[in-house]
């Protein structure tokens, strides 16, 4: 089972019809137990960075989330649940974040339409279990203002422009994050979803 945590931050629903639709079972985790439970991990979510950091704080979700990656568990950040895995935000000052991944969340370079909002492509730059049946430049579709930017270049598996090249999916080992909306992104963003729910499958 993968839990989906609901933190307060936004879009958990559609994500848990997402992965209904491709037959991946999940259930809502509203307390730490649940994602100490869980053999996969989704954090979804929109909104402010530091809010965000307050109430899975305050909830001892991100304990559970700790250890949930210590523990080897599959772990999926989608939008805002990306920006978290990392250690600092920029946004609305410098705010710590969970530190699982190195490197920052920045803004998006100014001159340009903020929030990036639609279609856009990936580039793929290297093949994973998450990627399986994914084609290169595929489009899938974003809402965001902020971008991470990894220290280590190796955490990038695919690319996309908006004024800046960024990581739109970082991983390693199971522990991914996706800057856009795969439950939002048609056939195949439910792709990548299933795929993560064969990644826990199999582990």
Request: proline share 5%.
């Amino acid at each position: 089972m993968i839990a989906i945590i609901d933190y307060g931050m936004g879009n958990l629903r559609s994500v848990h019809k997402g992965f209904e639709k491709v037959g991946v079972k999940t259930v809502v985790a509203v307390n730490p137990g649940q994602i100490d439970e869980a053999d996969g991990v989704v954090l979804p979510g929109v909104g402010a960075f530091a809010d965000a950091m307050v109430n899975l704080r305050s909830g001892g979700m991100g304990d559970a989330i700790h250890r949930a990656v210590e523990a080897g568990k599959p772990f999926l950040g989608i939008c805002l649940g990306q920006q978290l895995l990392f250690e600092t935000s920029e946004e609305w000052g410098i705010s710590e974040g969970l530190g699982i991944f190195p490197g920052r969340v920045r803004r998006l370079p100014e001159g340009l339409k903020i929030p990036h909002m639609g279609w856009n492509q990936l580039e793929i730059k290297r093949p994973d279990p998450l990627l399986e049946g994914i084609p290169d430049l595929s489009s899938f579709y974003f809402v965001h203002s902020y971008y991470v930017d990894p220290a280590k270049e190796e955490l990038a598996l695919a690319l996309t422009e908006y004024g800046v090249r960024f990581a739109c999916i970082v991983g390693k080992g199971n522990i991914y994050g996706i800057q856009f909306h795969p439950e939002k992104s048609s056939t195949l963003g439910l792709k990548i979803l299933e795929n993560f729910g064969r990644v826990v499958e199999g582990c």
